[in-house]
């Protein structure tokens, strides 16, 4: 399969923990996004990487969230101290800005998180 | 803040009937992309339609997109059950700012 792979599916994490989720994006793809999904509504934007870099963050990334993708590939994404508030499913996305590309945006399975 | 709105929010159709479903946006975009998500499910890119086209055709998709409106509409024809979905637009420059989405209930 060569599409945007997350993992864990699922996270069930005790307020406080930490958590980490992985993204693999489309291999050729040098834009990775990351997107917030809560119940009912559309996802959000949180963050995007144009290879290594981190070119924006969304005022919702608390100083909690913190996100990576060192080696312009694979991406993460860690919340520290996580709270009940950030129970959602976490999506990645990955696109190409290649010159026969208008940046499709193509999603991964997402990873469930649940905060008790 | 979401800038998106798709409209109806809950459509409930036959098989075999057109689905409509529309979208309007704020901000200028480059391009308007229209996915599908299955419940509990990562979202499914279905077309990207630019900013200098009015209409473009998928299968059974056809999406239309007025940039003097900010509006963009989908329609499926000849809907089948297992289109049963959540429907997005996102409007994109390069990330995506998408609406709540429209639930379809393709009913057999």
């Known amino acids: 399969d060569t599409g945007v792979s997350q993992d864990p599916r699922h996270k069930i994490t005790k307020r406080g923990q930490n958590v980490t989720f992985r993204c693999d994006p489309i291999s050729e793809h040098n834009r990775l996004y990351w997107y917030r999904q809560t119940l009912g509504q559309g996802p959000e934007f949180l963050t995007y990487?144009?290879?290594?870099?981190?070119?924006?963050k969304s005022r919702l990334l608390s100083d909690r969230f913190s996100a990576e993708r060192p080696k312009g590939s694979f991406s993460t994404l860690e919340i520290q101290r996580t709270e009940q508030g950030d129970s959602a499913m976490y999506l990645c996305?990955?696109?190409?800005?290649?010159?026969?590309?208008?940046?499709?945006?193509?999603f991964g399975p997402g990873t469930r998180l649940t905060v008790l | 803040s979401q800038q998106g709105e798709e409209d109806p929010q809950a459509l409930s159709i036959q098989e075999g009937e057109n689905a409509t479903m529309n979208c309007s946006y704020k901000?200028?975009?480059?391009?308007l992309q229209w996915y599908r998500q299955n419940s509990g499910r990562g979202l499914v890119h279905l077309i990207l339609?630019?900013?200098?086209?009015r209409e473009k055709h998928s299968g059974r998709l056809r999406v239309t997109l007025d940039t003097s409106k900010k509006s963009s509409s989908l329609l499926i024809t000849a809907s089948r059950a297992a289109d049963t979905a959540s429907y997005f637009c996102?409007?994109?420059?390069?990330?995506?700012?998408f609406g709540k989405g429209t639930l379809l209930t393709v009913n057999p």
């Open positions: 339609i630019r900013s200098n086209e």
């Open positions: 901000t200028s975009i480059n391009n």
């Open positions: 990487f144009q290879n290594e870099a981190q070119l924006e």
């Open positions: 996305a990955s696109s190409s800005t290649g010159t026969s590309s208008y940046n499709e945006q193509f």
């Open positions: 996102g409007g994109s420059n390069y990330k995506l700012t």
